[in-house]
């Protein structure tokens, strides 16, 4: 999952070392035009709802933030 | 009965009372029976409306929670699917969203129906006499606006969209829930509280702390102090100059939108200042609304740093819920394809923050200036984003990035940019006045007269008092920055306390800008 998560953070915004960096929101090296399309790949990629109130920074800093979240949504 | 009038104070001082001799866990009731005494006192009959609103809110709260225990005892019983699992969870989530939908429709028609009932049928009337040439028009309804009706309801439809979100759970105790809708302090104009924040405080019947008292009392005090000594008196100013908008030179149309933004921040501010100062009297923490938004670098800034209930509010409840519906992924990706990453994926943000501006347009006024006025917000927040680049080059030119000339140069643009727009909220007559008033403010300059400025209201004296107002309420959000200043007041020397604190009282009753029959002006934001 965590591989698949960091190509698609690749596709979108290009350059940065995710396997490294906690502070995608912070450091506002995402966006959130980036954040939404984001949402809009993981919804599709691995069927879950991420719904309005998931949109904090605290589940997008990191990709393991990300992989939390989908696993939570899974479970 | 408004906040800045002894009726209040004197209300206020009875429910501290009361508040105190009941035993802690009766206090949220005297909080209650009071907000109903001071609903009733100003709506009387249409009392009924806060009534329908609470009693929506509680059950279909509470149906929400049956939903989520029956959910709960199925997901406990041994050897479920995780397939199963997931269907019933998705089943429980399919419930819930049905209850919120008849909440939000139920609610949001009644606010609907009443404050923008009237503007939708003028509308209609305007099309079938233009585009149809049809004369039979429809009636108006002419209803009553209910004290706080906005508020309620946003505060009311917050709490159930967090439940349905699971965020914390429902309150079961209905009194508590009328509470939470009704808390007189914050009716007239907000905040507008999240129930996890609010609740905290609002039933645990606080004891009592002189250490409240004195912030409470110090933060009413310099609530009044900016809605009486400041707002009140250019309030004066501002409305003269726009009732004779078109015979006055463009320089006292300039001072009257500068004056506008002060009145309607001393206006908005202080009340709220008034509502947290009050609410600190009972032991009740109520959100903060207001950081310093004449400091700010940007609009996008500004709206963050005013009203900022009202603008998480959209946030959390309209922007992001657009942003992520299905719809809008599905069209993001289709525009990601069509017109590229770039570009494509600014569609859904640029479409949820329309709603979100048009939205905020129409919740200030059924009137088309205020749409304006929420749209031009928007187109200007979206050229700072797309120009951000531009932008970064002119700095980049003029070598200023990070000095305090710049972030001067930006905080000035920004107040002078939300001055201008916010002639759209003053301009009762319309859109060609809010025009005509913009375009003469900037286009006829000349100096001012005394006289003139006596004429609409502000002689010598008044005018120094408003400048020298206006001037203590910046120097006082300057401090600001550097932390509370009524916790730098509370470590100061004796002396310097009680003189600051003399000056304070002195200032708001013999500097206060008192109406006919001593009566203070309406808050601005009660027609909300």
Redesign the interface.
């Known amino acids: 999952m965590k591989d698949r998560i960091i190509e698609m953070l690749e596709a979108i915004h290009p350059g940065i070392d995710y396997e490294t960096t906690g502070s995608l929101i912070d450091d506002r090296i995402l966006d959130s035009f980036d954040v939404v399309s984001l949402v809009g790949d993981l919804m599709d990629e691995f069927d879950v709802e991420i719904g309005a109130d998931l949109m904090v920074p605290e589940n997008f800093n990191s990709v393991d933030d990300i992989v939390a979240l989908i696993e939570g949504l899974e479970g | 009965m408004s906040y800045a009038s002894l009726a209040f104070a004197g209300f206020v001082a009875l429910a501290l009372v009361l508040y105190y001799i009941v035993p802690a866990r009766f206090r949220y009731v005297i909080l209650l029976i009071f907000s109903y005494v001071f609903y009733v006192m100003a709506c009387n009959k249409y009392v009924i409306y806060i009534i329908v609103t609470t009693v929506s809110t509680y059950f279909i709260a509470r149906l929400m929670e049956r939903s989520d225990v029956s959910l709960k005892a199925a997901l406990s019983k041994e050897g479920i699917e995780k397939e199963a699992k997931k269907a019933l969870k998705k089943q429980n989530k399919s419930h819930k969203k049905t209850l919120l939908t008849f909440a939000l429709i139920f609610n949001f028609g009644i606010l609907a129906v009443l404050k923008y009932g009237d503007f939708v049928i003028a509308n209609i009337n305007l099309v079938k006499l233009n585009v149809f040439h049809s004369t039979s028009f429809l009636g108006f309804i002419n209803p009553v606006l209910p004290l706080g009706i906005s508020f309620y309801t946003f505060q009311s439809m917050g709490y159930l969209i967090?439940l349905y979100?699971g965020?914390y759970e429902c309150e079961k105790n209905f009194l508590k829930t009328a509470l939470y809708v009704s808390y007189f302090p914050q009716i007239i104009q907000g905040p507008i509280s999240r129930f996890n924040d609010l609740s905290k405080t609002l039933f645990s019947g606080a004891s009592f702390n002189s250490l409240n008292m004195k912030y409470g009392l110090y933060r009413i005090f310099w609530g009044l102090f900016k809605k009486l000594v400041v707002a009140d008196r250019v309030a004066v100013y501002v409305t003269n100059t726009i009732d004779r908008y078109q015979e006055l030179r463009g320089v006292y149309l300039l001072i009257a939108v500068f004056f506008y933004s002060m009145q309607i921040y001393g206006d908005f501010s202080g009340g709220i200042d008034i509502t947290i100062g009050v609410s600190q009297l009972f032991g009740v923490k109520v959100t903060e609304n207001f950081d310093r938004p004449f400091f700010s670098k940007s609009v996008s800034e500004y709206w963050n740093r005013w009203h900022m209930t009202l603008g998480t509010w959209f946030r959390?409840?309209i922007f992001?819920?657009i942003?992520?519906s299905k719809s809008m992924?599905?069209l993001?990706?289709k525009c990601?394809k069509l017109l590229g990453?770039a570009l494509g994926?600014?569609v859904?943000?640029y479409i949820a923050m329309f709603t979100v501006w048009f939205t905020t347009g129409l919740w200030h006024g059924a009137q088309w200036r205020y749409i304006i006025w929420g749209l031009l917000n928007f187109v200007i927040i979206l050229i700072s984003t797309e120009c951000e680049g531009v932008f970064g080059r002119i700095n980049g030119f003029l070598k200023w990035e990070g000095t305090f000339i710049q972030r001067l140069f930006r905080v000035v643009r920004t107040f002078l940019i939300m001055s201008f727009l916010r002639v759209f909220d003053l301009s009762s007559a319309g859109i060609s006045q809010a025009l005509f008033v913009i375009r003469k403010s900037l286009t006829d300059i000349s100096l001012p007269a005394l006289d003139m400025m006596t004429e609409l209201g502000l002689d010598e004296k008044e005018l120094k008092a408003a400048v020298i107002g206006i001037v203590i309420m910046f120097v006082f959000d300057l401090i600001q920055r550097r932390g509370s200043v009524t916790d730098r007041l509370m470590r100061a020397p004796l002396m310097v306390r009680w003189s600051l604190t003399a000056a304070l009282v002195i200032a708001v009753v013999i500097f206060g800008s008192y109406g006919p029959g001593y009566d203070s002006r309406a808050f601005i934001y009660l027609q909300f």
């Open positions: 967090d979100y965020k959390d409840y992001y819920p942003t992520v992924i599905d993001g990706k990601r990453e994926k600014r859904p943000i």
